[in-house]
T-cell receptor
Framework: DGGITQSPKYLFRKEGQNVTLSCEQN?????MYWYRQDPGQGLRLIYY???????QKGDIAEGYSVSREKKESFPLTVTSAQKNPTAFYLC????????????FGPGTRLTVT | QQPVQSPQAVILREGEDAVINCSSS?????VHWYRQKHGEAPVFLMI?????EQKGHDKISASFNEKKQQSSLYLTASQLSYSGTYFC????????????FGKGTLLTVNP
């Protein structure tokens, strides 16, 4: 079955710790994305990658970092510099950019206390 | 800039119709529509491209007015399964193909 997996579903961390969220896809998609969702805010783009070893900042990249060493993997690190990291994080992928539908993973709910 | 969706919320009885609007201040290359159930991932509904035709499947269709930078999603004869939050996402094109989502429209269909 092709799809996007994110793990874990729920994640709890103490303030000041870095945490890495996993995203894997077996759809052979070139482009991958990370979004953050807060109640009433819609989805806001953190980072996106159009191809392996390349990525661009989205609208709210501060306090986050990513890597794209393999086509199927796009991990997101939430650093201690992110002021308000508690949120629902969604990973997505698409065949390309510019008019391609995005497929979303099930999401990771991160709680930082 | 984030597209503006209206209404913010709508409540229907099963079988009624609804229209959700999405407007942008930028020239658009494409408009995407997604539906999200609470706590789940958004699910793709349809995409409308600049110069393309109105899309639709089953009882859900959408239009794209390029001149006004607006799109509308039409849900006819609504079913209970249509409940959820609907998001439009817009791409402006050029070298910038990132998708920018609106804040969503919460649709509730009651029996």
């Amino acid at each position: 079955d092709g799809g996007i997996t994110q793990s874990p579903k729920y994640l709890f961390r103490k303030e000041g710790q870095n945490v890495t969220l996993s995203c894997e896809q077996n759809l052979n998609h070139d482009a991958m994305y990370w979004y953050r969702q807060d109640p009433g805010q819609g989805l806001r783009l953190i980072y996106y990658s159009q191809i392996v070893n390349d990525f661009q900042k989205g609208d709210i990249a501060e306090g986050y970092s990513v890597s794209r060493e393999k086509k199927e993997s796009f991990p997101l690190t939430v650093t201690s510099a992110q002021k308000n990291p508690t949120a629902f994080y969604l990973c997505a992928s698409s065949m390309g950019t510019g008019g391609y539908e995005q497929y979303f993973g099930p999401g990771t709910r991160l709680t930082v206390t | 800039q984030q597209p503006v969706q209206s209404p913010q919320a709508v409540i229907l009885r099963e079988g009624e119709d609804a229209v959700i609007n999405c407007s942008s201040s930028k020239a658009l290359y494409s408009v995407h529509w997604y539906r999200q159930k609470h706590g789940e991932a958004p699910v793709f509904l349809m995409i409308l491209l600049k110069g393309g035709e109105q899309k639709g499947h089953d009882k859900i269709s959408a239009s794209f007015n390029e001149k006004k930078q607006q799109s509308s999603l039409y849900l006819t004869a609504s079913q209970l399964s249509y409940s959820g939050t609907y998001f439009c996402g817009t791409e402006s094109g050029g070298s910038n193909y990132k998708l920018t989502f609106g804040k969503g429209t919460l649709l509730t269909v009651n029996p």
